[in-house]
């Protein structure tokens, strides 16, 4: 019923069978009666046919035709109905006699080349009945001129019949039973239709009534005469609709009293929420004035206590008594502890107010890690901690981020592990969760062997101003914002943190983050090649400590075999890694015993040691010339001790600093706006090449280019006027310098940005800041020495890897103003250079100054001068060695760029103002030579 309705089904199961049992009885008559009338036919022609044969023997054996001819003439005229020709043949297939002229007296013989049948055959052809009777002589012989004939038959009749007759009356037949199945179907439907009327007109009828009272109109019913079962379905009908219909008058008196007192609950909630929308911009008011109050306190607290940190440091440097000496040192680090106290504010209110912004650069992952796993190390050998770094091998070696945050939630989550375990181990692992093209996601996991947290107080640690329990802070301190500002980091990185504890069995924090992979080296590579299949023994009595090492030793090549305790019996080994373990004060004697029996088993010892026992280091490397680093071992640290004192060692390859008489033929032309930036790319070119112009912006770059063939130009790529991009361009689209290859110099290290920069035009780029091997390369290759083939040349399109090994340095998050040895590496390690790069950049700090303080006077000032001006201070400060101002001024420039407006960014403005004067202030001593170290 779901896809026929009633009426198709009645009228199918009534005319089908009459249909189907008609069919089967007029094919089977018709067939029978078509086939009975062909024999009729066949059975009169036998009969017209047998008895002229006979009679045609005598005429035959006569050879009377005439007397054959009468006889044959008589049975076509007595049967000329259906008889179209009758001939007789004799035993030669020859004519002897026809009743008839007939056209083709051939269809009428048999083959000449077979024997006569000796008896009756027939032929049908389309309406035509040919039956062929062989006349016999009754002696079975016949005679012929050449001797008797070995076939009986004398010859034979021939009669042709037409079938016209018998076609039409087989036509008439099957017309017949037609019509006779026609009349009955005609009788089946009239009956089916009867039956419908009956049945399913008051089914359709009823279907219809309950469709109406489907859609409301519980007021209908069904009416009329019904016979039998449909009488009593009527009946049902009508009394459900009777019932429905006093239940709808019931349910709907129950809706209007619902809905009344759903009216007046709403008129209570309107007025609540009116209360409520006020009570929550009062909040968000008294939110935002904490939030700047923080921000604006912290700042304000900060300037103080730069102050007395810092000349608590200078009092340290004079002649004092031990007295003096333990007060200064306290003042300072009461200052210190302080001072990370307001930092904490300050992460947090920028948090609060969603105005911390966080950088994207490429950074190198594992080196990132140890720093911070370094920094810390010293606390948790203090209490005799063994603390660990696992990072997980496929994770990429370059990552683009905020390596500042990371090492920030790092070092929050070690430091605390740190502060509430007493005993054991800290275990930091890092491992890749996902990867899909660039993007990578990590889990980091801090493991400690604590006081661990009940479940009642973890609810409570990501709380701003509070800690787990009353007791804990009391004993160990802290302002209780460290995991908040950790989880609002992790959050703004695109991650998730929690942790697993259990009550004095330890906790295990854990956080995720997504970075970017960046195809840039962001390190100087670790030439390990002499280490392939070198044996090394591993003695270290912790087991997790062990199995890192062993872990990060394998991966270089090494056969390790572990110890955990020096043998009593010589091992031969090329090398002996010996860790000492920080949580046993052992004496030097027992040291010197393990030292000696290590030297007996390899002839290069390598010892590790905690970060509190410099003077035992300092000790055994004098005494008996070992190799010492400090625990927890840094992967590249270790692996170039061991590999520096291999006469076979495959150096890196180092390319030596050109002299003046080898200076390279080349003409090449620098263009930056930067006054710093140039004045050293001037200073490192002048010393490779002989002629070198230089221009401060895109447009007098393209001028120069019209006039002068180069060899190479390297462009900056941010300059007033005319970009380096379109500054391309425009050099190529000249013939004089269209095949002079041009070097991008940009500040971004990120793979998207040098396949933008690519496809733009450039054919190499340079990373800020340049360093001196790293430029000899690019002129190496870009020479027209390495275009004829004594360089190889390399596709870049077709290579997805930079040809230059660059190294990232970390910005330095400690207190240091000026990192003199940052700024030499810088200049190529030429003191004068960097000199002039810092004095450069005080000298411009006046300016900047100015510019600033007009921007937050105003409050239409030009945030295009503003940006042009910040950010040729950040490329002035890539090569005066200022780190922390350098941050300053990269954080300023991002959140101009993004869009905030002056008033947004008014904290880090003044931070700005106060990091120039410190280091307008710091930078005297260097300048007059009087700090250099």
């Known amino acids: 019923m779901t896809r026929y309705g009633l009426r198709a089904r009645v009228i199918t199961l009534t005319l089908a069978p ?18 009975d009338l062909e024999r009729q036919v066949i059975n009169s022609g036998m009969s017209i046919i047998e008895p002229l044969a006979i009679a045609s023997e005598e005429g035959l054996k006569n050879n009377s035709r005439e007397s054959v001819r009468r006889i044959i003439s008589y049975a076509h005229r007595k049967n000329s109905k259906f008889v179209r020709s009758i001939a007789v043949f004799d035993y030669k297939h020859e004519l002897f006699v026809t009743s008839n ?69 087989q036509y008439q037949e099957i017309f017949s039973a037609c019509l006779v199945l026609l009349t009955g179907l005609g009788l089946s439907a009239v009956f089916a239709f009867r039956l419908m009327h009956d049945v399913t007109r008051p089914i359709s009828h009823m279907k219809n009534m309950v469709d109406r009272i489907r859609r409301g109109h519980l007021d209908v019913r069904i009416e009329g005469k019904m016979h039998g079962e449909l009488d009593s379905l009527k009946n049902g009908i009508n009394a459900m609709a009777v019932s429905l219909s006093e239940y709808h008058v019931e349910m709907q008196h129950s809706i209007d009293q619902a809905t009344s007192d759903l009216r007046e609950t709403l008129e209570q909630l309107e007025i609540q929420n009116v209360e409520l929308d006020i009570a929550k911009k009062r ?47 306290t003042i300072e680090k009461s200052a210190n ?28 992952f594992q080196e990132t890690l140890e720093e ?40 929050n989550l070690v430091g605390n592990s740190i502060k509430f ?66 989880q609002k980091l992790v959050s703004q990185m695109g991650g998730e943190i929690s942790l697993t504890s259990r009550l004095h069995q330890g906790s295990t924090f854990w956080f995720t983050i997504k970075l970017h992979a960046t195809d840039m080296p962001v390190s100087e590579l670790i030439e390990a090649a002499s280490l392939a299949q070198r044996t090394l023994m591993l003695v270290e009595p912790n087991m997790q400590a062990a199995s890192v090492t062993q872990q990060m030793l394998v991966q270089a090549g090494l056969i390790v075999t572990y110890r955990s305790s020096i043998p009593e019996e010589p091992e031969a080994h090329d090398y002996v890694l010996l860790n000492l373990s920080p ?103 002048q010393e490779r090449v002989e002629r070198v112009v230089t221009c401060t912006n895109g447009l007098e770059a393209v001028e120069q280019a019209s006039k002068t063939h180069f060899d190479i130009i390297l462009m900056d790529i941010q300059m007033p006027h005319m970009d380096g991009v379109t500054a391309c361009r425009k050099i190529k689209a000249e013939t004089l310098n269209s095949e002079t290859p041009i070097i991008a110099v940009t500040a971004h290290a990120m793979s998207g940005e040098r396949d933008r920069l690519l496809s733009a035009g450039m054919d190499d780029y340079l990373t800020k800041p340049i360093e001196e091997h790293v430029l000899q390369q690019v002129l190496l290759h870009w020479s027209p020495q390495a275009i004829t083939g004594d360089v190889e040349k390399l596709d870049l399109h077709k290579t997805p890897e ?72 950040h490329g002035s400060c890539s090569y005066s060695g200022v780190p922390r101002l350098k941050k300053v001024c990269a954080e300023v420039e991002k959140a101009l760029r993004s869009g905030s407006a002056i008033t947004d960014i008014e904290p880090e403005l003044f931070e700005l103002q106060d990091e120039m004067e410190k280091v307008a202030a710091s930078a005297e001593p260097y300048l007059d030579g009087n700090q250099i170290s």
Request: glycine share 4%; net charge negative; hydrophobic share 40%.
């Open 18 to 35: 009459t249909l189907i049992i008609g069919l089967l009885l007029s094919a089977f008559f018709s067939f029978n009666r078509y086939h």
């Open 101 to 169: 002229f007939h056209p083709n007296f051939e269809a009428l013989t048999f083959p000449r080349n077979e024997p006569i049948p000796l008896s009756i055959s027939s032929h049908l052809v389309d309406n035509t009945l040919i039956l062929r009777a062989p006349v016999i002589a009754e002696s079975g012989l016949v005679a012929s001129p050449q001797g008797p004939a070995t076939n009986p038959a004398m010859g034979y009749v021939a009669i042709e019949l037409d079938l016209s007759s018998l076609r039409l009356q």
């Open 283 to 329: 909040a968000q008011e008294a939110a935002r004035v904490k939030s700047e109050f923080l921000a604006n306190m912290s700042h304000e607290l900060r300037t103080p206590l730069n102050g007395v940190i810092g000349f608590t440091r200078q009092m340290l440097k004079t002649k004092l008594t031990n007295s003096q000496t333990d007060y200064l040192q």
């Open 337 to 364: 502890n302080l001072l990370n106290i307001i930092n904490d504010i300050l992460d947090f209110s920028k948090l609060e107010a969603g105005k911390l912004a966080l950088e994207n650069i490429p950074f190198e």
């Open 372 to 411: 911070v796993v370094s920094l810390q190390a010293t606390s948790a050998h203090e209490k005799g901690l063994e603390i660990t770094l696992k990072v997980d091998p496929k994770i990429p070696t370059g990552l683009v981020g905020d390596p500042l945050r990371i090492q920030q939630v790092l070092t």
């Open 421 to 486: 375990t007493e005993r054991g181990n800290i275990d930091i692992s890092v491992e890749l969760r996902s990867q899909k093209e660039d993007s990578v996601e990590l889990q980091f996991m801090v493991r400690d062997t604590g006081i661990g947290i009940s479940e009642r107080q973890q609810a409570q640690l990501f709380q701003a101003f509070s800690q787990a329990d009353a007791s804990i802070s009391r004993r160990y301190g802290g302002t209780g914002l460290g995991l908040v500002i950790t």
């Open 583 to 685: 949580n046993r004060s052992e004496e030097y004697q027992l040291v010197e015993e393990w030292v000696v029996k290590a030297q007996s088993c390899a002839p290069q010892v390598v010892v590790g040691m905690p970060s509190t026992a410099l003077a035992m280091s300092d000790h055994l490397i004098q005494t008996f010339g070992v190799d010492c680093i400090t625990k927890p071992l840094s992967r590249r640290k270790l692996l170039q001790t061991l590999a520096s004192n291999q006469e076979h060692l495959s150096l890196p390859e180092v390319i030596e600093e050109v002299a003046e008489h080898e200076k390279l033929p080349l003409t090449v032309m620098a263009v930056d706006d930067n006054p710093a930036n140039l004045k050293l790319i001037s200073a490192l070119l």
């Open 802 to 873: 930079p040809i230059l090994q660059t190294q990232v340095i970390p910005e330095e998050h400690s207190n240091i103003i000026i990192d003199w040895q940052a700024a030499l590496k810088q200049s190529a390690n030429k003191e004068d250079l960097a000199k002039d790069m810092l004095q450069m950049l005080v000298d411009s700090i006046p300016e900047v100054s100015s510019i600033v303080e007009q921007a937050l006077d105003l409050n239409n000032f030009d945030i295009d001068t503003l940006v042009h001006h910040i950010h040729k201070l």
